[in-house]
């Protein structure tokens, strides 16, 4: 059984910084595409961004780049994910997810973390 | 992003059958052969349910079946059960992007 189990959410002001983390089991961690995926309370899901296999493609939402870095450590089995300058706009439920990408894009996600709430306010 | 459009809300009686629409452009839900279907239960995270248009995953009730015509793709619930009470999203590849697109989410009410 895939398991994908967040941490690091919580509340940060406007500006600050916060890493998220996801350790994953039950599967091949060093073989899938992962990613993140966010929604905003009451909304609609949102793409964030998604990592290749190897980690030599990196791909992010317009709205995160030059803020948000995603990288993993196959050693670890682990997806992180790390904001700065954050904004109340990325106030959401961040999910680990388990990409399906082709050549050159990722449009599925097979599997969800139970996801972590990042709140950004004063 | 521009998300792919689907109903606020759709409602059936418990036996009915009803269809969710997802209405993309020919960049994304026509031009490509990867829409998929999500099931988000209230205060869950969502799970796969339909993906490349038509296939499901192992372990999916076969009461989901998936569809597409030209632009727009469609879920249809079959034999509607009150545990089908859920939000469903719509995803799809779009050109000229890395990472896919989500629908608006329906809500749907189990009579």
Not at chain 1, 76 to 92: G, V
Not at chain 2, 17 to 25: F, K, L, Q, R, V
Not at chain 2, 29 to 40: L, M, P
Not at chain 2, 45 to 60: E, N
Request: net charge neutral; with cysteine.
């Amino acid at each position: 059984e895939v398991q994908l189990l967040e941490s690091g959410g919580g509340l940060v002001q406007p500006g600050g910084s916060l890493r998220l983390s996801c350790v994953a089991s039950g599967l091949t961690f060093s073989t899938n595409a992962m990613g993140w995926v966010r929604q905003a309370p009451g909304k609609g899901l949102e793409w964030v961004s998604s990592i290749s296999d190897s980690g030599g493609r990196t791909y992010y939402e317009d709205s995160v780049k030059g803020r948000f870095t995603i990288s993993r450590d196959s050693s670890k089995n682990t997806l992180s994910l790390q904001m700065s300058s954050l904004r109340a706009a990325d106030t959401a439920v961040y999910y680990c997810v388990k990409a399906h990408c082709g050549a050159t894009s990722c449009s599925r996600v097979d599997y969800w973390g139970q996801g972590t709430l990042v709140t950004v306010s004063s | 992003q521009s998300a792919l459009t689907q109903p606020a809300s759709v409602s059936g009686s418990p036996g009915q059958s009803i269809t969710i629409s997802c209405a993309g452009t020919s960049s994304d839900v026509g031009g490509y052969n990867f829409v998929s279907w999500y099931q988000q239960n209230p205060g869950k995270a969502p799970k796969l349910i339909i993906y490349d248009v038509t296939q499901r995953p192992s372990g999916v009730s076969d009461r989901f079946s998936g569809s597409k015509s030209g632009d727009t793709a469609s879920l249809t619930i079959s034999g509607l059960q009150a545990e089908d009470e859920a939000d469903y999203y719509c995803s799809s590849h779009r050109n000229s992007r890395n990472l896919g697109v989500f629908g608006t989410g329906t809500k749907v009410t189990v009579l």
